[in-house]
Protein backbone atom coordinates (compact mmCIF):
# COMPACT_ATOMS: atom_id res chain seq x y z
CA UNK A 1 0.00 0.00 0.00
CA UNK A 2 2.76 2.41 0.91
CA UNK A 3 4.91 1.80 -2.44
CA UNK A 4 1.29 1.85 -4.51
CA UNK A 5 1.24 5.67 -3.05
CA UNK A 6 4.16 6.53 -3.40
CA UNK A 7 4.31 5.63 -7.25
CA UNK A 8 0.69 7.31 -7.80
CA UNK A 9 0.44 10.01 -5.83
CA UNK A 10 -3.18 11.43 -6.32
CA UNK A 11 -4.73 14.50 -4.88
CA UNK A 12 -8.29 15.40 -4.68
CA UNK A 13 -8.94 19.20 -4.32
CA UNK A 14 -12.32 20.14 -3.06
CA UNK A 15 -13.15 24.10 -3.58
CA UNK A 16 -16.37 26.20 -2.06
CA UNK A 17 -18.40 26.44 -4.97
CA UNK A 18 -18.62 29.71 -5.67
CA UNK A 19 -16.39 31.51 -8.70
CA UNK A 20 -14.48 33.47 -6.35
CA UNK A 21 -13.54 29.82 -5.17
CA UNK A 22 -13.43 27.53 -7.87
CA UNK A 23 -10.71 30.01 -9.99
CA UNK A 24 -7.97 29.62 -7.41
CA UNK A 25 -8.83 25.79 -6.15
CA UNK A 26 -9.25 24.70 -10.13
CA UNK A 27 -5.68 26.28 -10.96
CA UNK A 28 -4.14 24.86 -7.72
CA UNK A 29 -5.05 20.92 -9.27
CA UNK A 30 -4.22 22.42 -12.57
CA UNK A 31 -0.36 23.02 -11.14
CA UNK A 32 0.15 19.97 -9.50
CA UNK A 33 -0.87 17.62 -12.33
CA UNK A 34 1.63 19.91 -14.27
CA UNK A 35 3.88 18.80 -11.90
CA UNK A 36 3.15 15.02 -12.15
CA UNK A 37 0.63 14.47 -9.76
CA UNK A 38 -3.28 12.94 -10.53
CA UNK A 39 -5.44 15.25 -9.65
CA UNK A 40 -9.35 15.11 -9.42
CA UNK A 41 -11.42 17.90 -8.53
CA UNK A 42 -14.30 17.02 -6.36
CA UNK A 43 -17.36 19.54 -6.71
CA UNK A 44 -21.07 19.95 -6.41
CA UNK A 45 -23.25 18.43 -8.90
CA UNK A 46 -25.02 21.99 -9.66
CA UNK A 47 -21.08 22.93 -10.62
CA UNK A 48 -19.86 19.81 -12.14
CA UNK A 49 -20.38 20.98 -15.77
CA UNK A 50 -19.11 24.70 -15.58
CA UNK A 51 -15.40 22.87 -15.03
CA UNK A 52 -12.80 21.77 -17.82
CA UNK A 53 -9.90 21.79 -17.20
CA UNK A 54 -7.34 19.15 -19.32
CA UNK A 55 -5.24 16.79 -16.96
CA UNK A 56 -7.54 17.78 -14.49
CA UNK A 57 -10.39 15.15 -13.52
CA UNK A 58 -13.87 16.16 -12.19
CA UNK A 59 -16.13 13.84 -10.20
CA UNK A 60 -19.39 15.07 -7.99
CA UNK A 61 -20.05 14.93 -4.77
CA UNK A 62 -23.13 16.33 -2.82
CA UNK A 63 -24.12 19.46 -0.90
CA UNK A 64 -27.90 18.35 -0.82
CA UNK A 65 -28.83 20.58 -3.34
CA UNK A 66 -27.92 18.69 -6.16
CA UNK A 67 -30.36 20.97 -8.49
CA UNK A 68 -29.76 24.59 -7.56
CA UNK A 69 -26.73 24.34 -5.45
CA UNK A 70 -26.53 27.34 -3.06
CA UNK A 71 -29.75 29.46 -4.39
CA UNK A 72 -31.76 26.40 -3.35
CA UNK A 73 -30.87 26.09 0.04
CA UNK A 74 -31.99 29.43 0.81
CA UNK A 75 -29.31 30.71 3.10
CA UNK A 76 -25.70 30.39 3.86
CA UNK A 77 -26.30 28.36 7.03
CA UNK A 78 -28.92 25.76 5.45
CA UNK A 79 -26.29 25.34 2.61
CA UNK A 80 -23.27 24.90 4.76
CA UNK A 81 -25.48 22.48 7.11
CA UNK A 82 -26.35 20.26 4.42
CA UNK A 83 -22.60 20.64 2.94
CA UNK A 84 -21.15 19.54 5.84
CA UNK A 85 -23.41 16.60 5.95
CA UNK A 86 -23.60 15.03 2.53
CA UNK A 87 -20.57 16.49 1.62
CA UNK A 88 -18.57 14.37 4.52
CA UNK A 89 -20.53 11.31 3.52
CA UNK A 90 -20.13 11.86 -0.51
CA UNK A 91 -16.19 13.13 -0.44
CA UNK A 92 -15.82 10.08 1.83
CA UNK A 93 -16.89 7.75 -0.43
CA UNK A 94 -15.05 9.27 -3.45
CA UNK A 95 -12.31 8.29 -1.92
CA UNK A 96 -13.06 5.04 -1.23
CA UNK A 97 -14.20 4.53 -5.17
CA UNK A 98 -10.33 5.06 -6.16
CA UNK A 99 -8.80 2.57 -2.54
CA UNK A 100 -8.73 -0.32 -4.75
CA UNK A 101 -7.64 1.04 -8.11
CA UNK A 102 -4.12 2.16 -9.77
CA UNK A 103 -4.50 5.45 -8.48
CA UNK A 104 -5.35 5.75 -3.94
CA UNK A 105 -6.08 9.12 -2.86
CA UNK A 106 -2.78 10.06 -0.88
CA UNK A 107 -4.31 13.66 0.13
CA UNK A 108 -7.42 16.11 0.20
CA UNK A 109 -6.46 19.48 -0.46
CA UNK A 110 -9.87 21.34 1.07
CA UNK A 111 -10.92 25.07 0.47
CA UNK A 112 -10.86 26.55 4.48
CA UNK A 113 -14.12 26.60 4.10
CA UNK A 114 -15.08 22.83 4.74
CA UNK A 115 -13.26 22.09 7.86
CA UNK A 116 -15.25 18.89 7.96
CA UNK A 117 -12.56 17.51 4.85
CA UNK A 118 -9.80 17.53 7.09
CA UNK A 119 -11.80 14.87 9.46
CA UNK A 120 -12.93 12.79 6.21
CA UNK A 121 -9.03 12.70 5.07
CA UNK A 122 -7.33 11.58 8.97
CA UNK A 123 -10.35 9.40 8.57
CA UNK A 124 -8.80 7.16 5.52
CA UNK A 125 -5.10 8.04 7.09
CA UNK A 126 -4.21 10.15 4.32
CA UNK A 127 -2.80 13.64 4.14
CA UNK A 128 -5.51 16.94 4.57
CA UNK A 129 -3.92 20.33 3.25
CA UNK A 130 -5.97 23.70 3.62
CA UNK A 131 -6.70 26.09 1.17
CA UNK A 132 -7.33 29.81 1.84
CA UNK A 133 -8.26 32.09 -0.52
CA UNK A 134 -7.92 35.47 1.23
CA UNK A 135 -5.21 37.57 1.69
CA UNK A 136 -2.56 36.34 4.40
CA UNK A 137 -3.58 39.91 6.15
CA UNK A 138 -6.83 39.26 6.29
CA UNK A 139 -6.76 35.27 7.14
CA UNK A 140 -4.23 36.64 9.99
CA UNK A 141 -6.80 38.74 11.22
CA UNK A 142 -9.30 35.91 11.22
CA UNK A 143 -6.50 33.71 12.87
CA UNK A 144 -5.70 36.31 15.95
CA UNK A 145 -9.40 36.22 16.94
CA UNK A 146 -9.66 32.42 17.03
CA UNK A 147 -6.75 32.56 19.41
CA UNK A 148 -8.23 35.31 21.66
CA UNK A 149 -5.95 37.78 20.73
CA UNK A 150 -8.57 40.18 18.65
CA UNK A 151 -12.42 40.54 20.74
CA UNK A 152 -15.65 41.14 18.73
CA UNK A 153 -16.94 43.85 17.81
CA UNK A 154 -13.65 45.91 17.42
CA UNK A 155 -14.18 48.93 18.59
CA UNK A 156 -12.66 52.86 18.01
CA UNK A 157 -11.09 52.76 21.10
CA UNK A 158 -9.47 49.61 20.10
CA UNK A 159 -7.79 50.71 17.36
CA UNK A 160 -5.24 51.38 15.69
CA UNK A 161 -5.32 47.46 15.70
CA UNK A 162 -1.93 46.33 16.07
CA UNK A 163 -1.44 42.38 15.08
CA UNK A 164 1.58 40.61 14.49
CA UNK A 165 3.43 40.93 11.31
CA UNK A 166 0.55 43.70 10.56
CA UNK A 167 0.68 47.03 9.31
CA UNK A 168 -1.44 49.27 11.40
CA UNK A 169 -4.88 48.99 11.02
CA UNK A 170 -7.55 51.34 11.75
CA UNK A 171 -11.04 50.86 11.91
CA UNK A 172 -12.06 51.90 8.62
CA UNK A 173 -9.53 48.73 7.15
CA UNK A 174 -10.88 46.05 9.01
CA UNK A 175 -13.50 43.69 7.01
CA UNK A 176 -16.76 44.48 8.33
CA UNK A 177 -17.52 41.38 10.17
CA UNK A 178 -15.33 42.85 12.80
CA UNK A 179 -17.08 45.96 13.53
CA UNK A 180 -20.45 44.59 12.67
CA UNK A 181 -20.01 40.64 13.61
CA UNK A 182 -24.14 40.79 13.63
CA UNK A 183 -24.63 41.77 10.53
CA UNK A 184 -23.73 37.96 9.25
CA UNK A 185 -23.55 35.74 11.38
CA UNK A 186 -23.21 32.52 9.37
CA UNK A 187 -20.54 34.09 7.26
CA UNK A 188 -18.51 35.46 9.92
CA UNK A 189 -18.79 31.78 12.05
CA UNK A 190 -18.00 29.96 8.82
CA UNK A 191 -14.96 31.98 9.12
CA UNK A 192 -14.11 31.53 12.38
CA UNK A 193 -14.52 27.57 11.41
CA UNK A 194 -11.69 27.76 9.14
CA UNK A 195 -9.33 27.18 12.18
CA UNK A 196 -11.23 24.91 13.90
CA UNK A 197 -8.91 21.84 13.62
CA UNK A 198 -5.94 23.80 11.49
CA UNK A 199 -3.88 22.87 14.16
CA UNK A 200 -4.23 19.06 12.18
CA UNK A 201 -4.17 19.56 8.64
CA UNK A 202 -0.47 18.49 7.12
CA UNK A 203 0.01 21.40 4.95
CA UNK A 204 -1.77 25.08 5.13
CA UNK A 205 -1.92 26.91 1.57
CA UNK A 206 -2.82 30.23 0.84
CA UNK A 207 -3.06 32.60 -2.66
CA UNK A 208 -0.70 34.98 -2.10
CA UNK A 209 2.99 35.17 -2.41
CA UNK A 210 5.86 36.35 -0.56
CA UNK A 211 6.59 39.40 -2.24
CA UNK A 212 3.14 40.66 -1.50
CA UNK A 213 2.92 39.68 2.10
CA UNK A 214 6.06 38.10 3.33
CA UNK A 215 5.96 40.04 6.77
CA UNK A 216 2.30 39.58 7.20
CA UNK A 217 2.89 35.95 6.59
CA UNK A 218 6.21 35.32 9.31
CA UNK A 219 4.58 37.39 11.86
CA UNK A 220 1.52 35.06 12.58
CA UNK A 221 4.21 31.92 11.08
CA UNK A 222 3.86 29.91 14.67
CA UNK A 223 0.25 29.75 14.93
CA UNK A 224 -0.85 29.78 11.60
CA UNK A 225 2.40 28.54 9.35
CA UNK A 226 0.74 28.99 5.48
CA UNK A 227 2.77 28.21 2.43
CA UNK A 228 2.42 31.30 0.12
CA UNK A 229 1.47 29.29 -3.38
CA UNK A 230 0.34 32.32 -5.66
CA UNK A 231 -1.03 34.21 -7.61
CA UNK A 232 -3.54 31.19 -8.57
CA UNK A 233 -3.86 32.95 -12.52
CA UNK A 234 -3.47 30.87 -15.41
CA UNK A 235 -0.19 30.21 -16.42
CA UNK A 236 -0.34 32.24 -19.77
CA UNK A 237 -0.48 35.28 -18.30
CA UNK A 238 2.44 34.69 -15.96
CA UNK A 239 5.42 32.62 -17.13
CA UNK A 240 3.51 30.78 -19.22
CA UNK A 241 4.78 27.84 -17.95
CA UNK A 242 1.95 25.69 -18.38
CA UNK A 243 1.18 25.20 -22.15
CA UNK A 244 -2.60 25.83 -23.41
CA UNK A 245 -3.15 27.09 -20.03
CA UNK A 246 -5.14 30.58 -20.86
CA UNK A 247 -8.52 29.99 -18.56
CA UNK A 248 -9.26 28.96 -15.24
CA UNK A 249 -11.81 26.59 -17.09
CA UNK A 250 -14.40 27.17 -14.45
CA UNK A 251 -17.17 29.53 -15.64
CA UNK A 252 -20.67 29.70 -13.70
CA UNK A 253 -21.84 32.23 -16.64
CA UNK A 254 -20.89 32.33 -20.07
CA UNK A 255 -18.25 35.29 -20.91
CA UNK A 256 -19.37 37.58 -23.87
CA UNK A 257 -15.94 37.40 -24.95
CA UNK A 258 -16.30 38.11 -28.68
CA UNK A 259 -18.55 41.21 -28.02
CA UNK A 260 -16.30 42.36 -25.61
CA UNK A 261 -12.95 41.97 -27.54
CA UNK A 262 -14.45 43.35 -30.86
CA UNK A 263 -15.17 46.57 -28.85
CA UNK A 264 -11.24 46.86 -26.37
CA UNK A 265 -9.56 45.85 -30.13
CA UNK A 266 -11.19 48.65 -31.67
CA UNK A 267 -9.81 51.21 -28.58
CA UNK A 268 -7.10 52.92 -27.94
CA UNK A 269 -4.16 51.69 -25.63
CA UNK A 270 -4.88 52.69 -21.47
CA UNK A 271 -8.04 54.48 -22.71
CA UNK A 272 -11.33 51.86 -21.51
CA UNK A 273 -12.18 51.35 -17.45
CA UNK A 274 -13.09 48.46 -16.86
CA UNK A 275 -15.49 47.96 -14.28
CA UNK A 276 -16.48 44.75 -12.40
CA UNK A 277 -17.80 43.83 -8.80
CA UNK A 278 -17.51 40.07 -9.12
CA UNK A 279 -19.73 37.36 -8.55
CA UNK A 280 -21.68 38.01 -6.00
CA UNK A 281 -21.89 41.94 -4.67
CA UNK A 282 -25.05 43.27 -5.31
CA UNK A 283 -24.87 47.07 -5.15
CA UNK A 284 -27.73 49.35 -3.74
CA UNK A 285 -29.37 51.19 -6.85
CA UNK A 286 -28.17 54.48 -5.51
CA UNK A 287 -24.86 52.92 -5.96
CA UNK A 288 -25.30 52.22 -9.43
CA UNK A 289 -26.73 55.40 -10.56
CA UNK A 290 -23.64 57.16 -8.94
CA UNK A 291 -21.48 54.82 -10.64
CA UNK A 292 -22.78 54.95 -13.98
CA UNK A 293 -23.23 59.11 -13.46
CA UNK A 294 -19.48 59.17 -12.84
CA UNK A 295 -18.82 57.16 -15.42
CA UNK A 296 -20.45 59.31 -17.99
CA UNK A 297 -19.63 62.59 -16.74
CA UNK A 298 -15.88 61.80 -16.62
CA UNK A 299 -16.10 60.58 -20.45
CA UNK A 300 -13.69 57.85 -20.41
CA UNK A 301 -14.84 55.14 -22.17
CA UNK A 302 -15.88 51.77 -20.52
CA UNK A 303 -16.66 48.38 -20.33
CA UNK A 304 -19.05 47.45 -17.57
CA UNK A 305 -19.99 44.11 -16.37
CA UNK A 306 -23.39 44.46 -14.93
CA UNK A 307 -25.10 40.71 -14.15
CA UNK A 308 -28.03 39.74 -15.43
CA UNK A 309 -29.43 40.04 -11.54
CA UNK A 310 -28.47 43.86 -11.54
CA UNK A 311 -29.48 45.32 -14.68
CA UNK A 312 -32.85 46.71 -13.44
CA UNK A 313 -30.64 48.86 -11.14
CA UNK A 314 -29.27 50.83 -14.39
CA UNK A 315 -30.76 54.15 -14.30
CA UNK A 316 -33.21 54.70 -17.22
CA UNK A 317 -31.87 56.01 -20.17
CA UNK A 318 -27.99 55.22 -19.68
CA UNK A 319 -27.10 52.49 -21.67
CA UNK A 320 -29.13 54.53 -24.72
CA UNK A 321 -27.11 57.80 -23.97
CA UNK A 322 -23.74 55.98 -23.63
CA UNK A 323 -23.91 53.81 -26.43
CA UNK A 324 -21.16 55.52 -28.19
CA UNK A 325 -18.89 55.15 -24.95
CA UNK A 326 -19.07 52.43 -23.45
CA UNK A 327 -20.15 48.35 -22.95
CA UNK A 328 -22.01 46.73 -20.61
CA UNK A 329 -21.87 42.98 -20.67
CA UNK A 330 -23.32 40.43 -18.29
CA UNK A 331 -20.17 38.51 -17.78
CA UNK A 332 -16.72 38.33 -19.65
CA UNK A 333 -13.46 36.57 -19.18
CA UNK A 334 -11.86 38.92 -16.91
CA UNK A 335 -8.45 38.13 -17.25
CA UNK A 336 -8.43 38.43 -21.04
CA UNK A 337 -9.77 42.28 -20.75
CA UNK A 338 -7.43 42.92 -17.84
CA UNK A 339 -4.47 41.14 -20.31
CA UNK A 340 -5.56 43.75 -23.06
CA UNK A 341 -3.92 46.83 -24.33
CA UNK A 342 -6.38 48.89 -24.42
CA UNK A 343 -7.00 48.85 -20.24
CA UNK A 344 -6.02 51.61 -18.64
CA UNK A 345 -7.91 50.85 -15.17
CA UNK A 346 -9.97 48.05 -14.05
CA UNK A 347 -12.27 49.54 -11.25
CA UNK A 348 -13.02 46.59 -8.94
CA UNK A 349 -14.82 45.27 -5.62
CA UNK A 350 -11.63 44.07 -4.60
CA UNK A 351 -12.84 40.71 -4.17
CA UNK A 352 -9.22 39.03 -3.52
CA UNK A 353 -8.72 37.12 -6.89
CA UNK A 354 -9.97 40.43 -8.50
CA UNK A 355 -7.27 42.00 -6.56
CA UNK A 356 -4.42 39.70 -7.30
CA UNK A 357 -5.68 39.69 -11.22
CA UNK A 358 -5.01 43.04 -11.24
CA UNK A 359 -1.74 43.19 -9.57
CA UNK A 360 -0.74 40.01 -12.02
CA UNK A 361 -1.56 42.19 -15.02
CA UNK A 362 -0.19 45.33 -13.68
CA UNK A 363 -3.64 47.14 -14.51
CA UNK A 364 -3.84 50.04 -11.76
CA UNK A 365 -7.01 49.96 -9.97
CA UNK A 366 -9.56 52.07 -8.39
CA UNK A 367 -10.74 49.90 -5.38
CA UNK A 368 -14.64 50.46 -4.33
CA UNK A 369 -14.75 47.71 -1.66
CA UNK A 370 -18.26 46.46 -0.43
CA UNK A 371 -17.80 43.80 2.81
CA UNK A 372 -15.83 41.48 3.93
CA UNK A 373 -12.47 41.37 3.41
CA UNK A 374 -12.75 43.98 -0.01
CA UNK A 375 -12.35 46.69 2.32
CA UNK A 376 -8.98 45.58 3.30
CA UNK A 377 -7.66 44.67 0.47
CA UNK A 378 -8.59 48.23 -0.98
CA UNK A 379 -6.32 49.96 1.74
CA UNK A 380 -3.60 47.25 0.54
CA UNK A 381 -4.30 48.34 -3.31
CA UNK A 382 -3.90 52.10 -2.39
CA UNK A 383 -1.58 52.51 0.61
CA UNK A 384 1.27 49.59 0.83
CA UNK A 385 1.50 48.62 -3.02
CA UNK A 386 0.62 52.27 -4.36
CA UNK A 387 -0.99 50.38 -7.55
CA UNK A 388 -4.51 51.91 -7.61
CA UNK A 389 -6.86 54.42 -5.49
CA UNK A 390 -9.83 53.34 -2.84
CA UNK A 391 -13.51 55.73 -3.57
CA UNK A 392 -14.10 56.47 -0.41
CA UNK A 393 -17.56 56.11 0.76
CA UNK A 394 -19.66 59.16 1.73
CA UNK A 395 -22.87 58.46 3.95
CA UNK A 396 -22.39 55.04 2.82
CA UNK A 397 -21.89 55.41 -0.78
CA UNK A 398 -19.56 56.25 -3.40
CA UNK A 399 -20.26 59.48 -4.70
CA UNK A 400 -20.44 60.53 -8.86
CA UNK A 401 -17.87 63.07 -7.76
CA UNK A 402 -15.84 60.17 -6.30
CA UNK A 403 -15.91 57.92 -8.65
CA UNK A 404 -14.69 60.83 -11.02
CA UNK A 405 -11.78 61.79 -9.13
CA UNK A 406 -10.53 58.47 -8.51
CA UNK A 407 -10.68 57.33 -12.66
CA UNK A 408 -8.87 60.59 -13.20
CA UNK A 409 -6.07 60.12 -10.66
CA UNK A 410 -5.43 56.60 -12.11
CA UNK A 411 -6.13 57.42 -15.62
CA UNK A 412 -4.19 60.37 -15.69
CA UNK A 413 -4.14 62.25 -12.73
CA UNK A 414 -0.32 63.61 -10.56
CA UNK A 415 -0.38 59.71 -8.98
CA UNK A 416 -0.78 58.31 -12.82
CA UNK A 417 2.39 57.57 -13.26
CA UNK A 418 3.63 56.54 -10.16
CA UNK A 419 0.78 54.01 -10.04
CA UNK A 420 1.44 52.88 -13.25
CA UNK A 421 5.19 52.18 -12.36
CA UNK A 422 3.87 50.17 -9.22
CA UNK A 423 1.53 48.29 -10.71
CA UNK A 424 4.49 47.41 -13.40
CA UNK A 425 6.72 46.05 -10.83
CA UNK A 426 4.56 44.34 -8.55
CA UNK A 427 3.43 42.04 -12.25
CA UNK A 428 7.28 41.46 -12.45
CA UNK A 429 7.20 39.68 -8.99
CA UNK A 430 3.73 37.85 -9.50
CA UNK A 431 5.59 35.93 -12.11
CA UNK A 432 8.95 35.79 -10.50
CA UNK A 433 7.02 34.07 -8.12
CA UNK A 434 5.34 31.52 -9.64
CA UNK A 435 8.27 30.73 -11.80
CA UNK A 436 10.21 27.85 -11.47
CA UNK A 437 12.65 28.53 -8.57
CA UNK A 438 10.82 31.38 -7.59
CA UNK A 439 9.34 31.34 -3.75
CA UNK A 440 5.66 30.08 -4.48
CA UNK A 441 6.98 27.77 -6.95
CA UNK A 442 9.16 26.47 -3.66
CA UNK A 443 6.63 26.05 -1.38
CA UNK A 444 4.47 23.74 -4.39
CA UNK A 445 7.74 21.48 -4.32
CA UNK A 446 8.25 21.53 -0.36
CA UNK A 447 4.13 20.05 -0.74
CA UNK A 448 4.86 17.41 -3.42
CA UNK A 449 8.47 16.16 -1.18
CA UNK A 450 5.94 15.63 1.60
CA UNK A 451 3.46 13.57 -0.40
CA UNK A 452 6.61 11.60 -1.03
CA UNK A 453 6.97 10.43 2.51
N1 LIG B 1 -14.83 37.16 -13.16
C1 LIG B 1 -14.95 36.84 -14.50
N2 LIG B 1 -15.77 37.60 -15.28
C2 LIG B 1 -16.46 38.65 -14.83
C3 LIG B 1 -16.31 39.02 -13.47
C4 LIG B 1 -15.48 38.25 -12.66
O1 LIG B 1 -14.34 35.88 -14.98
O2 LIG B 1 -17.18 39.26 -15.63
C5 LIG B 1 -13.96 36.32 -12.29
C6 LIG B 1 -12.70 37.04 -11.87
O3 LIG B 1 -11.70 36.84 -12.85
C7 LIG B 1 -12.39 36.41 -10.52
C8 LIG B 1 -13.74 35.91 -10.01
O4 LIG B 1 -14.65 35.99 -11.11
O5 LIG B 1 -11.49 35.33 -10.68
C9 LIG B 1 -14.30 36.75 -8.89
O6 LIG B 1 -13.58 36.52 -7.73
P1 LIG B 1 -13.33 37.66 -6.65
O7 LIG B 1 -12.61 37.04 -5.51
O8 LIG B 1 -12.70 38.82 -7.26
O9 LIG B 1 -14.78 38.15 -6.23
P2 LIG B 1 -16.12 37.40 -5.74
O10 LIG B 1 -16.88 37.10 -6.96
O11 LIG B 1 -15.71 36.16 -4.98
O12 LIG B 1 -16.77 38.44 -4.90
Not at 121 to 136: D, E, L, M, P, R
Amino acid sequence: MEERKKENRHVIVLPYPSQGHLNPLLQFAKCLAHKGLKVTLATTHYTVDSICAANVGVEPISDGFDQGGYAQSGNVEAFLNSFKANGSRTLSELVKKFQDTNDPVCCIVYDSFFPWALDVAKQHGIYGAAFFTNSVTVCSIYCHIHYGLIKLPVKLEDTPLLLRGQRSLNLCDLPTFLTSPESDTAYLAMKRNQFSNLTEADCIFVNSFEELEREEAKGISDLWPAKLIGPMVPSAYLDGRIIGDTVYGSSLWKPLSEECKEWVDKKQPGSVAYVSFGSMVSLTQKQMEEIAWGLKAIGFRFLWVVRESERAKLPDGFMESTKEQGLIVSWCNQLEILAHPAIGCFVTHCGWNSTLEGVCLGVPMVGMPQWSDQITNAKFVEEIWGVGVWGKEDDGVVKKEEVMRCLKEVMEGERSDEIKKNAVKWRELAIKAVSQGGSSDKFINEFLQLLEQ
